[in-house]
């Protein structure tokens, strides 16, 4: 079994910046691919950033690029989300997820493990 657990989260004001963390356990991750989705209030869960375990390849939405950049501490298990230049419209719960594949996908329903989610609001 794999447990991921999101910390990090906040209030900030818009402009701001967040580190998101992900701490991963229960097996070793040197195969998966591990991401970041966010879910606003009333909006379908949506893809924010993901990153190969080995290799570091990465993705990103456009809605984000340029200001998150995602990390991973493969000696920690840890995956990180530095979030800067927040906007309101980044309010959201945000989630890490882990995909048992060298892969990257941004689609929510190959991935196989979920944190409980981390609540991010940016005020105006």
């Known amino acids: 079994q794999v447990q991921l657990v999101e910390s990090g989260g906040g209030l900030v004001q818009a402009g701001g910046s967040l580190k998101l963390s992900c701490a991963a356990s229960?097996?070793?991750?040197?195969?998966?691919?591990m991401g970041w989705f966010r879910q606003a209030p009333g909006k379908e869960r949506e893809f924010v950033a993901a990153?190969?375990?080995?290799?570091?390849?990465?993705r990103y939405a456009d809605s984000v690029k340029g200001r998150f950049t995602i990390s991973r501490d493969n000696a920690k298990n840890t995956l990180c989300l530095q979030m800067n230049s927040l906007k309101p419209e980044d309010t959201a719960v945000y989630y890490c997820?882990?995909?048992?594949?060298?892969?990257?996908?941004?689609?929510?329903?190959?991935?196989?493990?979920w944190g409980q989610g981390t609540q991010v609001t940016v005020s105006s």
């Open positions: 997820a882990a995909r048992q594949s060298p892969d990257i996908s941004t689609d929510g329903g190959r991935y196989d493990y």
């Open positions: 229960g097996r070793t991750f040197s195969t998966y691919t």
């Open positions: 990153k190969m375990w080995i290799g570091g390849y990465t």
